[in-house]
């Protein structure tokens, strides 16, 4: 299995801030990774796919990126509506993993 | 519009077995590259990949879960089934149905999630 591993789990932010997330996959998945933003009780949404391509709909201060085995998803601006649970998800072989998450909380 | 809607019972004993239903709308399982996959959540921890079924009926699952999980479709339904046997307690969790976007191993949108409680 393909282990995604997330950094770091939590991080406390203002409002403006520029928030970068970490995801290190245990081998190499090309471009095949996903983040999806949860918010408590609900289900995730998707942001990115293919490591830097933004879904529709999804506001341009997310971006993704890569190097190698190491993934980031950047928050350019932090905004209100962005606190929330952040995961990382590989695609390119089954079983298909997640990272353990990242919740970005209120400073 | 895509929309996805699990239902199933809310809780269940040891050892039953777990029968979800995915109730889908806004795409067909029978168009080349569409898929529907399960997704679960236990309560304060991250997600894990279940099963997905595609337009061709191919078929893959968790290997850790492979020996108690089937998956599968009904195309005049609109609906993907999953069964889980003995289930434990261990197993309570959220569990998710979502949209497998087409060509790609990524999932967009998901169901609203059904909450599955295992006690006797």
């Known amino acids: 299995d393909i282990q995604m591993t997330q950094s770091p789990s939590s991080v406390s932010a203002s409002v403006g801030d520029r928030v970068t997330i970490t995801c290190r996959a245990s081998?190499?998945?090309?471009?095949?990774l996903a983040w999806y933003q949860q918010k408590p009780g609900k289900a995730p949404k998707l942001l990115i796919y293919?490591?830097?391509t933004l879904q529709s709909g999804v506001p341009s201060r997310f971006s993704g990126s890569e190097s190698g085995t190491d993934f980031t998803l950047t928050i350019s601006s932090l905004q209100p509506e962005d606190f929330a649970t952040y995961y990382c998800?590989?695609?390119?072989?089954?079983?298909?993993?997640f990272g353990g998450g990242t919740k970005v909380e209120i400073k | 519009q895509i929309t996805l809607k699990e239902s199933g019972p809310t809780l269940v004993k040891p050892t039953q077995t777990l029968t979800l239903t995915c109730t889908f709308s806004?795409?067909?399982?029978?168009?080349?590259?569409?898929?529907v996959g399960w997704i679960r959540q236990p309560p304060g921890k991250s997600l894990e990949w279940l099963a997905i079924?595609?337009?061709?009926?191919?078929?893959r699952y968790s290997p850790s879960l492979k020996s108690r999980l089937t998956i599968t479709k009904d195309t005049s339904k609109n609906q993907v089934v999953l069964t889980m046997t003995n289930m434990d307690p261990v197993d309570t969790a959220t569990y998710y149905c979502?949209?497998?976007?087409?060509?790609?191993?990524?999932?967009?949108?998901w169901g609203q999630g059904t909450l599955v409680t295992v006690s006797s």
């Open positions: 979502a949209h497998r976007m087409t060509g790609k191993n990524y999932f967009d949108p």
């Open positions: 806004g795409f067909s399982l029978t168009t080349t590259g569409v898929g």
């Open positions: 079924v595609y337009w061709d009926d191919d078929k």
């Open positions: 081998q190499g998945i090309s471009s095949w």
């Open positions: 293919a490591a830097s």
């Open positions: 998800q590989q695609g390119t072989s089954f079983p298909l993993t």
